[in-house]
């Protein structure tokens, strides 16, 4: 089946340098995806998304990259800080079928 | 701050008990979701509902009895739950139910214990 997963379940970055997410999708009838950060003991929170018309997006010290043609979606985060440590979870779809969700990334940021 | 508002946030039950869990959005959205998170498995849909009417059950067993009385109120019935059930029941909302129109808003979630 379809299925959305990312490379590493874990990820230490020290603080101010910056991280790369990555997220690999099977689905290459996807047609929007989106990136999701976890902290502990809350709900998902948006943070970027981007349509398959499109190969990069920037927000505020985050960008995403889709790479449509090996299928891999990455989040970059620029000068990375403490409050960046969280699960970072890609989530795609198409048409107007429901989100899949990646099994999510934990980001710790060292001091 | 969150427009999606969960309660309870920890709920400790037996598996012969009954309990709710009630979530409310205040955004205005139309399309309102529920969502299990267990310990390394992807987020599992469960039950969508667009305009207060259901529109996917996604293979849930009964014994999880989901209601909506309005755009704004979604509601978790859970009855005779084993301990797999043990998990973090999200509830989203979003403008409408198709997943490509727009991003989904957690509530913060209700830490279910199943003992």
């Known amino acids: 089946g379809e299925s959305v997963g990312l490379h590493l379940p874990t990820l230490s970055v020290q603080e101010g340098d910056n991280s790369i997410i990555n997220c690999a999708y099977s689905n290459s009838a996807s047609d929007y995806f989106i990136w999701y950060k976890q902290e502990s003991g809350k709900g998902p929170q948006f943070i970027i998304d981007i349509r398959s018309n499109m190969d990069k997006r920037q927000g505020q010290r985050v960008t995403v990259l889709l790479n449509k043609t090996v299928k891999h979606l990455s989040l970059q985060i620029a000068a990375t800080q403490p409050g960046d440590s969280a699960v970072y979870f890609c989530?795609?779809?198409?048409?107007?079928?429901?989100?899949?969700f990646g099994t999510g990334t934990r980001l710790t940021i060292i001091p | 701050e969150t427009g999606v508002t969960q309660t309870p946030r920890h709920l400790v039950m037996g598996m012969t008990n009954k309990k709710s869990l009630k979530c409310e959005q205040h955004l205005g959205h139309n399309a309102m979701y529920w969502y299990k998170q267990s310990a390394k498995k992807p987020l599992e849909l469960m039950f969508v509902?667009?305009?207060?009417?259901?529109?996917e059950n996604n293979s849930v067993p009964s014994r999880f009895s989901p209601e909506c009385p309005n755009s704004s109120h979604l509601f978790l019935h859970l009855h005779t739950l084993q301990p797999e059930d043990s998990a973090l029941y999200l509830c989203?909302?979003?403008?409408?139910?198709?997943?490509?129109?727009?991003?989904?808003?957690f509530g913060e979630g209700s830490r279910l214990t199943v003992l």
């Open positions: 509902y667009n305009f207060k009417e259901q529109t």
């Open positions: 989203a909302s979003s403008q409408s139910s198709g997943g490509g129109t727009g991003e989904l808003f």
């Open positions: 989530a795609e779809t198409f048409g107007n079928e429901k989100l899949t």
